[in-house]
């Protein structure tokens, strides 16, 4: 039977990154982790987890761990971009995490996995899905003035940005009227994509457009009932052709 010491060197050697932490301080990691952050292992322990978080990422995933530390009830299944300390690069990740109590003290353990290399791994095995994830978010225009964005997959903080840039330009381009966000597709929705998507209603009215959505889940409906995103004048329907049905004549 495999002691302590052993089991923590094969842990060390794994090929996805390991961490536990106290108090958001690194108390131990294995080798794939410290590689990840660009950090030697004995300079990334006793560090706080915040600086190994690309700063943009950062206030969400701070709310995230005072929010699990504190007993809510939030995922413990996420994505955002770690960042490596000697060069800066951002690595989109997703991460699990865990909160145990031993002897009193509280820990949390977290696996994360490089969607880069994950990626990586799969397009031999899975090309459809390798294509759906490297391609950007299509912005399709239906009608004359008329734009509909299918949102299929995750969407991290950089995916998210991306595309609002994307859908903004779409609406200027095209002179639209309406856009229509169909959420059928989407996987795991958080906070953040429930801002972002207030965020596109309110930046699309300014440019003259009018934002329904399309396709809400009923646990898409509850986080944005309580997200903190602004969603007044957003419009929902139950499916695309719902939606499109819903689209308001220019003039």
């Known amino acids: 039977m495999l002691d302590a010491t052993q089991v923590l060197a094969l842990l060390e050697h794994?090929?996805?990154?390991?961490?536990?932490?106290?108090?958001?301080m690194l108390q131990w990691c294995n080798d794939k982790f410290s590689s990840l952050c660009e950090?030697?292992?004995?300079?990334a322990l006793g560090q706080s987890f915040v600086r190994f978080i690309a700063p943009e990422d950062r206030e969400f995933v701070?709310?995230?761990?005072?929010?699990?530390?504190?007993?809510?009830?939030?995922?413990?299944?996420?994505?955002?971009s770690a960042m490596g300390l000697q060069t800066g690069k951002r690595t989109p990740i997703h991460m699990s995490v865990h909160v145990t109590q031993i002897a009193g003290v509280r820990y949390s353990i977290g696996v994360v996995v490089d969607l880069t290399a994950q990626a990586s791994v799969a397009a031999g095995l899975a090309a459809a899905a390798t294509v759906e994830r490297n391609n950007p978010t299509p912005v399709l225009r239906v009608a004359a003035g008329v734009l509909v964005v299918p949102l299929v997959g995750h969407y991290h903080a950089a995916r998210v940005q991306s595309l609002n840039q994307s859908v903004l330009a779409a609406i200027a381009e095209q002179r639209a009227h309406a856009l229509i966000l169909d959420v059928t597709g989407l996987v795991d929705a958080d906070e953040r994509v429930a801002d972002y998507l207030g965020r596109t209603a309110a930046a699309a009215r300014l440019l003259g457009a009018q934002c329904l959505l399309a396709g809400v889940s009923p646990a898409l409906a509850q986080l944005l009932v309580t997200s903190s995103a602004t969603l007044t004048h957003l419009t929902t329907a139950a499916t695309l052709e719902d939606a499109l049905a819903r689209v308001p004549r220019p003039g």
């Open 62 to 80: 701070v709310d995230r761990y005072r929010r699990r530390i504190a007993g809510e009830a939030v995922p413990e299944h996420y994505e955002f």
């Open 39 to 43: 950090c030697p292992l004995e300079q």
């Open 14 to 24: 794994l090929p996805i990154a390991l961490y536990v932490m106290q108090d958001g």
